[in-house]
Structures are given as C-alpha cells and as structure tokens.
C-alpha cells in the first residue's frame, strides 16, 4: 500500500517496502510489509508488537529482512547501509542516553560520529538544541535531565546532521501532555520548515492525525491502511453540521425535507442528497440556531484504524 | 553602513564538507580514549587512570632521579629496560581492567550501541574504533614510561650513542606495542560478555591470574610441557620483552624461559587475534536495537 500521493512520481520515494518479510524463529514480526513512503511526515502507525521497530531496524539496515524488496533514499539498507545510515536521522525509543555527558557534547559527537567535522559538529548541535528548546540547558549533564528533555536531546541529535529522512521511534513516550503537545508541534515544524522527512513511529492515533501528511497503519506485520492522511480519512460523503442548541428539532426539520439524518451527540451526520447545503441553511435560520460547524463528512484516524483492525 | 554582522543564522540546512565513512572510526576511537582517561568528565572518572598511570611511571621516575642525583648511573641497581613490563606487572593488568570495561560496556549498557550502528558505522568498524582506542591508551602506560626513560638519559647524558638510542627507541615501541596488542585484545574479549563494567574488570584481572597459576601447577606437579606456560599472559607479554631488548630475566629458569623467541611471540599474536575474533564473533551476536 501506499502513503505517497498519487501525483508524486516513484523518484520521490523515500522508503519503498515490497513484501518485506522479518522472522524472529518461529515468530513472525513482518509478514509481507509492502508500503510506499513519500516526502513530508509520515506516522507509523500501530499497536505494540505490530512491527514497528522491527520495520525501522530494517530500514536502518540493522536488521537483515528474509525477503521482499526494500529501497531508503534510492538505495537497498541490506547492501548500502553505511550510506544510507549516514544520510539518517535516528532517536530510538528507549531515554537510556550518558548520564555524564552534557546535552551539547552529546549531539556533537553523534554529528561527529555522522561525519561532520569537529567545528561544525559543534555548531550544528548548538544549533540543534537551540531548536528544541534546549539552548540554555544545554550545558547539562543528561542524566540530570527530565524526560522530556531528554526526548528533546534525542531529537536534537537525530537533526544535527542536516539528515535527508530522520526516524523518531515514540518520541512522545513517557511525556505529560503539555509536553507532548510541544513535542508534537516541534517535529511537525522540523518536517514542514526545514524539509526534513519524518517517519514517526507511534501507537497514539491523535498524534499522527495532528502532525502527519501520511499514515502507515501496521497491523500483524503487514501493513493494513495507508496513504494520504486525507485520503485516509475520506469517509461516506455528505455534511456534518453542529449548532449550539435543539439538534433534535433541526434533525426533524431536515427529515421533513426528505433528507437523511443520524443524530451523533451534537452533531448531525447528513447524506449528499441534492441541495443539502441549501436545505441545512434554511432550516437553521428558521429555527434561529447558532451554527457552529458545517463541514463535509469524514472520519477520524480512530475511524479508520479501527476498521482496518477488523 | 553598519558594520553589524548576523552570527547565529539557528538551525539551517548544512552543505559544507564530510568525512569519509572511515573517518567514524578515528572519531569513535578518540572519543573512547578521552572518555576512558576521564577527560572531559569529573574528577573521580580521572582517578583511576591518573594513579595507575602514575604507579606505572614510578619506577621510571625514581630510575631518572636517582642516576641524575647521584651523577652516577649504576645499571645494576636500575630497572632495566627489558625488565620494565615484567616490573609494572600489576599495573598493566589493572589499567586494561580499568580500560576495556569503561570502553565497551557502558554503551551496550546504555543503548548507545544502537545509536552508534544506527550512524555510518557497522559492527566491525564499532569494534576496530574500540580496539583502537583500548589499545592506544594501553600504549600509554606500555611505551611512554620507557620512552620518558630512554629520553630523561639522553638529557642527563648518560645515554648510548646515537646509533643505539635509535636501536633502543625502535624496541621500546616494538615491546610497548606488543604488550599493549596482548593487554588490549585480551581485555576487550572479556569485556564483550558482560555489560558490567565491575564484572568485565574482575574477570579481566582473573583471566591474567588464574591462566598462569594453573599453568605453572601443572608444570610443576604433572609434568606438563612448558608451553602451557603460554596460558601466563602476562609473562609472555614480559618474557617477549626481555628478548626483544636482548636482555636475560633474573630467573631465568621459568618454564616460559625455556620456549624459543619464535613461540613466545606466536604464542602472543596467537592469543591477541583469537581474543579479537572472540569479540568479533560476540558483537555479531549482541542484539544492538531496541
């Protein structure tokens, strides 16, 4: 399946997955992945054990696959994996970093470990930590740090390097919510400002309908839904509508013009009958309501996931 | 117009120069024996090496000063250069147990190793940065105190002519390289089984221990041949010295004495390689990625 638009050509293709096939003994953890990654920020989706990381790891070329095809940035990891590695930006899940080594020699030494030279190593990583919000911290040791800065540190050395595609493996795990919520708006800066590709692995629905261009949903080891976030989400046409006050009369009223209305909470979820909008309009300003949405019909992330899950 | 210039541009596509791939190597390898020596880390990382660095230059030191204070230089009351690794014994061991545990350990320990594979480095390259690094701070201790010594006479003028001190320079690096090779190898194999560094320095200690008392018992009771004494890797490493110096060791009836050159030093490469296959063939087994 494929998370790259249609319009964009195959040349543009960061990570190309053809029946990708990964077994641990008699466990298997990719069973046939075939998946299509494009430019932008990309959510891979799915719950724990899906094969998330083992997908990672093979694009990373850590791992050897048993079969399929597999392309990074144009290359196949299983025999370029030094080029392709040194083009990548990596924060794995785990928070387990050198207690002793400050936030700023730390990113400096994986820019330097990603073949940059000393001094613009050093630069970069400031750099870097001035981006995630670590600038003035970052003369402290990372053991000393939260959490959540230390997610921020791994960000910060998975960009040092200027990297073409950078995969960040659960970067919101062990996060509060305010946290994550900055963390969230800071990949999808990096991915939308700087022209980064992201892949971001995540079993939370919300933030990869928040941040992603494209999802990637993994179920089982085999990729069950994906594409554009948009087309992902395009559900059964027709309107929602939301008005402060008497749904129900506004339900009955459109039904009284022959249109078919579920009511779902506040909401009401309308076909695509002819002259809908025109009746939707009239009928709120005969009842006087406030209207605070109409919008087409479409599904959530949840939607869908819990679809492709059944 | 002014004259302002805008330094820091933040963060911003990077298209200036990179290293070649190799080069990861050397950084890795820099960044190990910085680490490894306490540099750049707070003082109590700096201890250990500092004081074994510094009981292993003692001898060396107390050589220099007395033949300088006395104006006379007695070669009979000083340690000689040959004898010199076989003298620090103690040292040696206890610095490739301080060396290769914090060297290798830590980052298996802490999932650094993922990150590090993760980069433009595959498991070999990891290791032979590693090994470059746990050996060339082994060359610390192995080379430069004899190195010191050899250039604190030359100072005081008590040393050989010009021709020998070359001949003497080229054996201090031929012993201290040899020795450092065997120390090094030997160590990081042991290391590459555990991700404690306590537990890799204790057994690093044993396995420069126990060979030998095992070996030179079963010389000694069983009439086993004396090149089980190869198993006594630290006497290999000092018994190759006093050869390659031309030297004769005091006790001169050692089982280890009895072997020619050729087996001594065999018996040392030997060790050294299978000891770095023995963590070659580990680190392709460690599971790096989590």
């Known amino acids: ?72 940035l144009g290359h196949d990891p299983a025999t370029a994996g030094i080029e392709i590695r040194s083009r990548i930006g990596y924060a794995p899940e785990h928070h387990d970093l050198p207690a002793e080594l400050s936030a700023s020699d ?47 540190v791994k960000l910060a050395s998975a960009i040092a390097h200027d990297p073409e595609l950078v995969l960040l493996d659960e970067p919101t795990d062990g996060l509060d919510p305010l946290q994550r919520t900055t963390m969230l708006d800071l990949i999808r800066r990096i991915g939308t400002e700087f022209g ?24 089982g080891g085999v990729v069950v ?44 979820l309308l076909g695509a009958d002819e002259g809908v909008h025109d009746a939707v309009r009239d009928a709120v300003a005969e009842l006087g309501l406030g209207l605070r949405r109409l919008e087409p019909r479409g599904r959530t992330l949840e939607d869908v996931y819990m679809g492709a899950g059944s | 117009m002014s004259q302002a210039q805008l330094f820091d541009l933040g963060y911003r596509e990077y298209d200036g120069a990179r290293h070649r791939p190799a080069l990861a190597i050397l950084t890795l390898a820099l960044f190990t024996a910085k680490r490894v020596l306490g540099l750049g880390r707070g003082a109590r990382h700096k201890v ?31 340690i000689s250069y040959g004898e010199y690794t076989f003298f620090i014994g103690s040292a040696l061991v206890l610095f490739a147990a301080l060396v290769a545990p914090e060297a290798l350990c830590p980052d298996r320990r802490s999932g650094m190793l993922g990150l590090y594979l993760a980069g433009p480095l595959d498991r070999t390259r990891y290791l032979a940065g590693k090994a470059l690094a746990v050996f060339g701070v082994m060359t610390l201790i192995t080379v430069s105190p004899l190195l010191f010594m050899l250039l604190a006479f030359v100072l005081a003028g008590y040393a050989p002519g010009a021709g020998e001190s070359v001949e003497l320079l080229l054996e201090i690096v031929a012993s201290g390289l040899a020795t450092a090779l065997l120390y090094a190898s030997l160590s990081l194999a042991v290391s590459s089984f555990t991700t404690r560094r306590a537990a890799a320095a204790v057994a690093t200690v044993l396995l420069f221990t126990v060979p030998v008392t095992v070996a030179r018992t079963a010389i000694d009771s069983a009439d086993a041949p004396n090149e089980l004494d190869l198993m006594s890797f630290g006497f290999v490493a000092s018994e190759l010295s006093y050869r390659i110096f031309g030297e004769t060791p005091e006790e001169a ?23 770095l296959f023995v963590c070659w063939l580990r680190y392709r087994r460690i599971e790096a990625f989590r």
């Not at chain 1, 939370?204 to 992603?212: D, F, G, N, S």
């Open chain 1, 1 to 72: 399946m494929s998370a790259v638009p249609d319009s964009e050509p195959a040349f543009e293709r960061v990570i190309s997955a053809r029946d990708v096939t990964k077994r641990y003994g008699r466990t298997v953890a990719l069973a046939g992945l075939t998946a299509d990654i494009g430019p932008g920020i990309t959510g891979l989706l799915g719950s724990n054990g899906a094969g998330k990381t083992t997908f990672m790891s093979i694009v990373l070329g850590l791992r050897t696959r048993d079969a399929g095809e597999l392309t990074v």
């Open chain 2, 48 to 78: 250990l090496p500092a004081i074994t660095l510094a009981v292993a230059f003692l001898p060396a030191l107390v050589s220099v000063v007395v033949s300088v204070v006395t104006d006379n230089l007695l070669e009979e009351d000083l």
């Open chain 1, 225 to 268: 839904r994906a594409g554009a976030m948009a087309d992902v989400r395009q559900g059964p046409e027709g309107l929602v509508v939301e008005v402060d006050d008497r749904v129900e009369e506004l339900a009955a009223l459109l039904r009284e013009h022959g249109l078919e209305v579920v009511v779902d909470g506040s909401r009401l």
């Open chain 2, 253 to 275: 009836d050692e089982p280890i004495s009895q072997l020619s050159t050729e087996l001594v030093a065999g018996g040392l490469l030997a060790a050294s390689v299978a000891a």
């Open chain 1, 106 to 152: 730390f990113v400096r030494h994986l820019a330097e470990m990603h073949l940059l030279p000393g001094r613009a190593a050093m630069q970069r990583a400031n750099e870097a930590l001035w981006l995630v919000g670590l600038g003035e911290e970052r003369f402290r040791p990372v053991g000393t740090m939260s959490t959540g800065q230390r997610q921020r």
């Open chain 1, 196 to 219: 980064l590709h992201i892949v971001v692995s995540s079993h939370h629905l919300e933030e990869v309908e928040r941040i992603c261009d494209a999802v990637v949903i993994v179920e």
